[in-house]
Nanobody, 126 residues
Framework: VQLQASGGGLVQPGGSLRLSCAAS????????MAWFRQAPGKEREFVAA????????CYGDSVKGRFTSSRDNAKNSLFLQMNNLKSEDTAIYFC????????????????????WGQGTLVTVSS
């Protein structure tokens, strides 16, 4: 499985960006996909993931209400719409995947994901 994230860039505080993650194969529809991010000098942080069994999407506390994750199974793609961006959202954003149907309590655990994209840099600055 190969994952290719794109869409990062420089945006002003309060602005928006939409990230994309193109996946090889059909893991978008058959597995569990997630977004994580890592800011300089900080640990990798969970951003969003969809629980397949309930179709519920979970978000990290710091992005809840501002970010929306979606997918297009036909295009094997995952998206992250980021609104009202803040300077603290500055980070490298990664898409991740596993063929497993993760339970809710495991969605936020980066170690549960077997495949990772190369990341795309998002910089929020005036």
């Amino acid at each position: 499985v190969q994952l290719q994230a794109s869409g990062g860039g420089l945006v002003q505080p309060g602005g928006s960006l939409r990230l994309s993650c193109a996946a090889s194969g059909h893991i978008v529809s058959s597995g569990t996909m997630a977004w994580f991010r890592q800011a300089p000098g900080k640990e990798r942080e969970f951003v969003a993931a969809r629980h397949r069994s309930s179709s519920r999407t979970c978000y990290g506390d710091s992005v809840k209400g501002r970010f929306t994750s979606s997918r297009d199974n036909a295009k094997n793609s995952l998206f992250l719409q980021m609104n009202n961006l803040k300077s603290e959202d500055t980070a490298i954003y990664f898409c991740a995947a596993t063929a497993s149907n993760l339970i809710l309590s495991s969605l936020r655990d980066a170690l549960r994901y077997d495949y990772w994209g190369q990341g795309t840099l998002v910089t929020v600055s005036s």
